[in-house]
C-alpha cells in the first residue's frame, strides 16, 4: 500500500548511510546504502509502523503533505 506521508532522504556520514526519516510518524526511519533502498525500506517500516499501531489502538496521524520547517 501506498501511503501519503513525507520522507525526508539525507546521507549521514556518520552512519555511513542514506536515512530515510518520515516525521508525522513517530520514530519512524530507515536506512539504505543507496536513496534508493533507503526509500525501499522505509516504506516497509511505514507499513510495519501503521500495522504496530492499529495492534497497540493507537492512533495513526493522517498524511499533511508538504511539511514546513523553519
Known sequence: ???????ILYWSKEDDAV???VPE???C???GNSYKEALVNV??????WIQ???ELDREIPLP?????YA
Open 25 to 27: 510518524l513517530a520514530g
Open 52 to 54: 504496530t499501531a492499529k
Open 43 to 48: 516504506e516497509t517500516i511505514i507499513e510495519q
Open 19 to 21: 536515512i530515510a526519516e
Open 1 to 7: 500500500m501506498m501511503h501519503k506521508y513525507q520522507i
Open 64 to 68: 499533511k503533505g508538504k511539511l514546513m
Open 29 to 31: 526511519m530507515a536506512d
